[in-house]
């Protein structure tokens, strides 16, 4: 893998916000920095809240906005009950191609074998021609349920509240919704705040995932990208506006099976996550362990 240049973040940021951050990304077990990262959410809420929008011209999808629909050789859980008017790209993860009648739509095709999601976004955003500023980009997994007037949906909201990340809410009965509390859907609300967005079916302006991506080089799962790359990246151009839309709720069709995996790389996801973590504490200029970082930048390096 080529060299990767990582952008510095917080480089302009207070002694204790860096030490902050360095505490939730690499100081601190889940259970601590989730917790935390809510918790300071909280606080952004009194002081600029997620609920408060504009009006918008012509609130909407983009032409210029880009959606990246995995699919196992066509096959996804996208109900499209009205046009996408944006651009859409069906993207086969098997790389063997797509099914007859698979793409009645006239979507765009991509066909690459990818070991997981992030491999699969890390893929799209270097094959695909990457929206203007302003735009968004959204990565629907296969197994994920939702509408494409959702989707649409979500474009407008994102325009009209002003949202760096967002991702529908999920079902009470979702997996995501234990591990994740603040995702579950909140009836009879449009919108609230939250610290993440799950890669499942994120929706990610362009600005902060060109910040972002870098991070996610050769890492295959993704693991890490969405708990610390993406609030980082968002908290270094002051623009952590994240948010569940609660007008509709994500359903989960499959059962999560990346977590024991081991990729191509060598690594579990929980190690490409510690990897992700220590790239983003070195480009803040904090310390690391310089023997386990290298060895772990040598996997990706010798296996991609």
């Known amino acids: 893998m080529a060299a990767i240049t990582f952008p510095k973040l917080l480089d302009a940021a207070s002694s204790a916000e860096r030490l902050q951050w ?45 959606i990246v629909i995995a699919s196992q050789k066509g096959r996804h859980c996208v109900l499209v009950d009205q046009p996408f008017p944006c651009r859409v790209v069906l ?38 021609a990457k929206p203007p500023a302003g735009h968004y980009v959204g ?38 919704s234990r591990e994740y509390g603040w995702l579950r859907q909140r009836p009879g609300h449009t ?22 991506m870098p ?23 002051r623009d952590w506006r994240f948010a569940a839309i609660d007008l509709f709720a994500l359903s989960h069709v ?9 990729f191509s790389n060598g690594l579990l996801s929980k190690e490409e996550e510690l990897l992700m973590r220590l790239r983003l504490v070195k480009t803040m200029g904090m310390p690391v362990d310089e023997a386990l970082y290298t060895m772990l930048e040598q996997r990706t390096d010798a296996n991609t």
């Open 191 to 212: 919108l609230h705040r939250v610290p993440i967005v799950e890669i499942m079916a994120p929706l990610i302006r362009a600005d902060l995932l060109e910040l972002a």
């Open 22 to 66: 360095k505490r939730w990304i690499i100081d601190s077990h889940s259970d601590q920095f989730l917790p935390e990262m809510a918790k300071k959410t909280e606080e952004l809420e009194s002081q600029d809240p997620i609920t408060s929008g504009r009006p918008v011209l012509n609130p909407r999808a983009q032409p210029d906005d880009l």
């Open 91 to 128: 993207f086969d993860w098997t790389g063997e191609g797509f099914e007859a009648d698979s793409n009645p739509h006239g979507w765009q095709l991509l066909s690459a074998a990818t070991e997981c999601k992030g491999h699969l976004m890390e893929v799209a955003y270097q094959r695909l």
């Open 254 to 262: 499959r059962t999560f099976s990346s977590l024991n995996k081991r």
């Open 139 to 176: 990565f629907i997994d296969d197994d994920v349920m939702l509408r494409s007037s959702d989707i649409i949906t979500m474009l407008a909201i994102a325009r009209i509240y002003n949202l760096s990340a967002l991702q529908p809410a999920v079902s009470h009965t979702s997996s995501l």
């Open 215 to 237: 991070f996610a080089a050769g890492i295959r799962s993704g693991y890490g990208l969405d708990r610390f790359a993406l609030p980082l990246c968002a908290a270094h151009i």
